[in-house]
């Protein structure tokens, strides 16, 4: 596992990218967790993003994650945060799936 | 749900002349509060003390636990500011920049976030508006109605937790003002965001509001919900005139009998 500037860890494994957020994606840092995410990009795997450590999340991370579903197969979010769902409801991103 | 906004025994003073005199109101999260008032009447002084831009002579002013008569500091003002949007009657958008660069703008001064996502979040916020198609635009290529929309989607582009709205209704003709608080209504419910509107709308204001301020020369006249304030009116000869749809019929009457 690496440890990273944004305080997110990422691991390969399988056609997977495993991201787990120690951070809370907001419009200050929203850039650094794109930029993050951006060195991983490739369409045959699928982004699993774990927001379960995280408390908030702003529109930031929805037009992250609506430019970042472009370069992979698809985008799995794993939150426990009913704000952080709720988020996630107020702009499509078809390949997201809410787990 | 949780207070966002208490103002406590506030008061204002300009020169020899008192403006707000002894304000106290509550808001709680995603509700929206209606400021109605006779011009003149202290509506925008209060607006200014609520934004920080004026300091009170006396009284408190809390919002979401930040004492914001209390605050000196720039670094926590800045940071109230981050997570309130302000929509001024006139003064909304920049008629030399488009659309798309006028609702860039706070992003590109406040964040550093690629240029990607900025076009992301203007798309975003010009859907919720219902605005499409007008990146290019220039402000004075829009309609009342949907310049109206475009300044509401930049109040929105960072996300306030409060949104501050001074006269949504002015210039605006009767199918364009109902398609705002459509709008604002849906917005309400969508985002869930507290809602600080100052209306002389009063069919809008009835529309809108979970509560009401009414302020007569500086001073509280009313404050409560709408079905509080069915409850009193009649009994309140300021609140009685204030809002007597019957004045207009009596005129039509007139009219046809001259």
Redesign the interface.
């Known amino acids: 596992m690496k440890k990273k500037k944004f305080n997110l860890e990422i691991k390969k494994q399988d056609n997977n990218v495993f991201v787990f957020l120690n951070d809370n994606v907001l ?2 840092n ?2 650094e967790f ?2 993050e995410i951006k060195k991983h990009y490739n369409n045959n795997y699928n982004l699993i993003i774990d927001f379960t450590k995280c408390q908030k999340a ?3 991370l ?3 994650l ?2 970042i579903q472009n370069y992979f197969k698809s985008i799995i979010i794993k939150c426990l945060n009913d704000e952080i769902k ?1 988020i996630l409801t ?2 499509q991103i078809p390949k997201l799936v809410i787990s | 749900m949780k207070k966002i906004i208490t103002v406590e025994k506030l008061n204002f003073r300009y020169k020899e002349k008192q403006i707000l005199d002894n304000i106290n109101f509550e808001i709680l999260e995603n509700e929206i509060l209606v400021i109605l008032g006779q011009s003149g009447s202290g509506k925008t002084t209060l607006l200014k003390n609520l934004l920080g831009l004026v300091k009170p002579e006396t009284g408190k002013i809390v919002i979401n636990d930040f004492v914001l008569t209390d605050c000196d500091d720039r670094e926590e003002l800045r940071y109230y500011y981050k997570n309130i949007g302000v929509l001024f009657q006139n003064a909304t958008l920049l008629n030399s920049l488009t659309i798309y660069e006028n609702l860039a703008l706070p992003l590109i001064e406040k964040t550093n976030l690629a240029r990607e996502i900025i076009e992301v979040i203007i798309k975003m916020k010009l859907s919720w508006v219902g605005l499409n198609d007008v990146n290019e635009l220039y402000p004075y290529e829009l309609s009342g109605g949907m310049k109206k929309r475009a300044a509401l989607a930049r109040a929105l582009i960072m996300d306030p937790k409060i949104l501050y709205f001074d006269e949504p209704h002015s210039g605006l003709d009767p199918i364009t003002t109902y398609e705002i608080n459509t709008l604002l209504l849906e917005l309400k419910k969508f985002l869930k965001i507290t809602f600080i509107v100052i209306t002389h709308d009063i069919s809008s204001a009835f529309l809108l509001a979970d509560k009401l301020l009414i302020l007569n020369a500086g001073k509280v006249e009313f404050f409560g919900t709408k079905s509080e304030f069915n409850k009193v009116h009649q009994k309140n000869e300021f609140l009685k005139k204030f809002v007597d749809f019957k004045r207009i019929f009596d005129f039509v009457d007139y009219e046809a009998n001259h």
């Open positions: 419009f200050e929203a850039n794109y930029e702003d529109t930031s929805l037009a992250c609506s430019v709720y107020l702009w």
